[in-house]
């Protein structure tokens, strides 16, 4: 039987962006499938933002294709994702309500579900009794979620999410990963844009990292980082280490000590010379690269 | 298109739940009840004075031969003169302040011409009204047994309208025939169309100023396209400002029937003529087009909300223009550059409305400047929505020069 799902859920090809004789995107390309989690990472300037204007029509590539649910970009596009800007703003003189159910019809969302859809939201998020404030009248991180609850009330398919933890408190941080997370469940693909590694580690399925307009990892996470060799283990002892044949370095790190490992050695061989030394060893981990190891690594490697 | 409705929608409503609008809207017809109440007040103050004391002396020349009963009325004297060089001698001498001609066609035209070296401002209601009564008093006398429709028509409306004709001390005519009623009305109907478009651009420019400063700019762009914005805004506050418009037209027709009873003659000197109706809201409507475009796209450009404003004010420059030539236009209103600056887009509407007050304008004139101002709508709108493309979301900076018109190419 024909299957009528698309693929992906949004496809880029070959996408360049020129303004004047700079080019800050360069021959991208990557794939969001339906229900995952896709990690936009790149330092300041990378061409993250630009990319994700392409990805909503706001500026045009000069090269590439970009298609949504297996149509190539078009105005219609647009009602099937939902933005969250770095740059955030409402209208400040409308009330809550009113904001979200505008920007809703916006999106082609009839008034009325709309502003069903607005009081559910409201109500999910605790933020109810704030209906019919103005939008200047709010604390900042209330803003931001009213401003997600924009995003995602006309019920897109894909969700594009520009740095959205930026000035959150611990609390608003972790109510919106809960629902980026129950979106995830609805079957929504969301792409999260950001330069906060510990986030894309604790979020995303696959990534896609971007250095000077150019891709340079792209992949699901995990496999991204058994990629990159382990160049550390942690070691808790009651001796002092010091003189290890295979260690570059020892960093004190508290209640441990990071031993940094020499090139060609590994963690077993380390791991023998302390036995060898009959050194105390009341706990021995191996140190996985984190993505933001390998984030500083690309970067440094690509200066 | 449905979006556009939206924006428009929008638009219109936040617009008109301002209070700048509402008081903008209601303030010119309040000032001008007030300014009406005042009048009235002073006059009837004054007009005591001069009944008890005065009585002008007046002559009139009869031209059709009935209007011979020269009848005593409380302040105004009335003489008989066989032509018109015996009540211009007779003004000239001192013998009569002001003369009217009684012409020929009087009855189909109900026009009489006052000759006077005074200016006819100064005509008060009472006079007028005597006028009146003089010819009235005439007619019946005349045609009482033998009325048919034509007199019936002038016995409803003996005036229907007064010329004057202002006359120097040697009896001539004067040279500046412009009279002070014409001169200042035309000049605040043509303030009051500047205003309009001013405040209805200039709130289609603080709206996008303002998105662009909230940063709400980035949430519309990936809703609707630019142009879809530009034009949803555009008809959104063009309806807020038309709606003005019209309202300070039905207000000031409603003031001018309210003035015509305390000031003799105003109605005379400043009608609402359907023409001037309709171009005047023609004019409004093209001028908001240009104004509101060229400031939206320029407005676009600048990093903050006076630098865009700054930006766009160079264009309020146009518009003042023809106020700047204001004593060639009062004087020669067909002349060379009052046409030219018929025809410059940026100055025509107020200078057709300026030059409606005072002459007429030839239709070819009129057709050929709401072209050009057509086809200059046409062009600022694409350039206009290339700019808000390639600069609504440049923050913090203002493009060069060069990138502006790189990006105008790239966008």
């Given at each position: ?14 996408v360049?962006?020129?303004y004047?004789l ?5 021959d991208?390309?990557f ?15 990378s ?10 029509d706001?500026?045009?590539p000069?090269?590439?294709?970009i ?14 994702i939902?933005?969250l ?13 009113q904001c979200?159910?505008y ?6 969302m009839?008034?009325n579900?709309?502003?069903?859809k ?7 998020t605790d ?19 009213i401003q997600?609850?924009t ?6 398919q894909l ?12 609390v ?9 997370f ?9 792409i ?12 995303c399925d696959r990534?896609?990292m ?29 001796d002092?280490?010091?003189d ?21 050695s590994t963690?077993?061989?380390?791991l ?16 996985v690269?984190?993505l ?12 | 298109?449905n979006k ?9 409503g ?30 009837s103050?004054?007009?005591?004075l ?8 007046a002559g009139?020349?009869?031209?059709v ?10 302040n105004?004297?009335l003489?008989?003169?066989?032509s ?11 013998d009569?302040?002001?003369?009217f ?5 009087y ?6 011409t ?22 009235l008093?005439n ?10 429709e ?22 001539q ?38 998105e662009?400063?909230?940063r ?5 762009l ?7 914005l ?6 959104g506050?063009?309806?807020a ?21 305390q ?6 000197i400043?009608t609402f ?9 023609t ?5 908001y ?8 796209g320029?407005?676009?450009i ?9 930006l ?10 023809p ?8 004087l020669?209103?067909?002349h ?6 018929t ?15 005072l ?41 060069t020069?060069?990138?502006?018109i790189?990006s105008?190419?790239?966008?």
């Open positions: 039987m024909f299957n009528n799902k698309p693929q992906y859920i949004a496809e880029v090809s070959h360049s962006k020129e004047g700079t080019r800050v995107v360069n991208i390309s794939n969001i499938n339906p229900g995952e989690i896709f990690g936009l990472i790149g330092p300041n300037g061409g993250k933002t630009t990319t994700i204007r392409m990805l909503m706001i500026i045009k000069n090269t590439g294709d298609r949504i649910m297996n149509e190539k970009m078009n105005e219609q596009s647009k009602d099937k939902g933005y800007p770095e740059e955030r703003g409402l209208y400040r003189k409308l009330t809550v309500f979200l159910v920007l809703a019809t916006l999106k082609n009839p008034a579900i709309a502003a069903e607005a009081d559910d939201f409201l109500a999910q933020m109810l009794p704030h209906r019919n404030k103005r939008i200047e009248t709010l604390s900042k991180g209330m803003g931001q979620l997600f609850i995003t995602i009330l006309h019920e897109p969700i594009i999410l520009d740095e959205p933890f930026t000035g959150l408190d611990p608003n941080s972790n109510k919106m990963k809960e629902m980026i129950t979106l995830r469940e609805q079957g929504k693909s969301i999260l844009s950001t330069h906060m590694m510990n986030e894309v580690e604790e979020l990534i896609l971007i250095n000077k307009g150019q891709s340079v990892l792209y992949g699901k996470l995990q496999e991204i980082k058994s990629q990159y060799p382990v160049n550390s283990v942690f070691v808790k002892s009651s002092t280490i010091s290890i044949n295979s260690v570059k370095e020892i960093r004190e790190n508290g209640r441990y000590q990071e031993l940094i490992l020499k090139e060609n963690p077993q061989m380390i023998q010379e302390l036995l060898d030394k009959k050194m105390d060893i009341k706990k021995y981990e191996i140190g690269p984190s933001r190891e390998i984030f500083i690594q690309v970067v440094e490697q690509n200066k | 298109m556009i409705l939206l924006v428009t929608k929008h638009e219109l936040q617009t008109l739940k301002k209070k700048s609008y509402i008081i903008m809207t209601l303030i010119f017809p309040i000032l001008a009840l007030v300014g009406i109440a005042g009048y009235g007040l002073i006059q103050l004054t007009q005591g001069v009944t008890s004391a005065e009585v002008i002396q009139y020349v009869d031209e031969g009935i209007f011979n009963i020269p009848i005593e009325q409380s105004l004297s003489i008989s003169y066989t018109e060089e015996q009540a211009n001698i007779a003004l000239t001498q001192g009569i302040e002001k003369y001609i009684i012409p020929a066609d009855f189909d035209s109900g026009i009489i006052l000759y006077s070296t005074e200016n006819d401002l100064d005509i008060s209601s009472e006079t007028r009204s005597q006028i009146n009564n003089f010819l008093v007619m019946n006398n005349a045609f009482a047994d033998r009325l048919d034509k007199t019936l028509l002038r016995l409803e409306k003996p005036i229907q309208t007064i010329n004057t004709i202002l006359l120097d001390e040697s009896g005519p004067a040279t500046d025939q412009g009279s002070i009623g014409t001169f200042v009305i035309s000049i605040i109907f043509v303030v009051l169309l500047i205003i309009a478009i001013f405040t209805s651009s200039g709130y289609l420019l603080q709206s996008m100023i303002e662009k400063e909230n709400i700019i980035e949430i519309l990936s809703s609707i396209s630019s142009l879809q530009l034009v949803g805004k555009v008809i506050l063009g309806i400002g038309l709606l003005q418009v019209v309202f300070w037209f039905i207000t000031g027709f409603g003031l001018m029937q309210l003035a015509s009873t000031i003799s003659g105003i109605s005379d400043f003529t359907p023409r001037l109706v309709i171009l005047g809201i004019y409004f409507i093209l001028g087009l240009l104004y509101a475009i060229l400031m939206t320029v407005g676009a600048g990093s903050t909300a006076r630098e865009s404003q700054q766009s004010g160079i264009f309020t420059i146009g518009a003042m223009i106020l700047w030539l204001l004593n060639l236009i009062m020669k209103p067909d060379v550059i009052a046409r030219i600056f025809f410059f887009p940026l100055s025509a509407p107020s200078m057709v409305i300026l030059r409606l007050g002459t007429d304008i030839p239709t070819w004139e009129l057709v050929t400047s709401i072209t050009i101002m057509v086809i200059s709508i046409v062009i600022s709108f694409l350039v206009a929505a290339k700019t808000l493309r390639a600069f609504l979301l440049m923050y913090g900076r203002r493009p020069f060069k990138e502006f790189r105008l190419r790239q966008a």
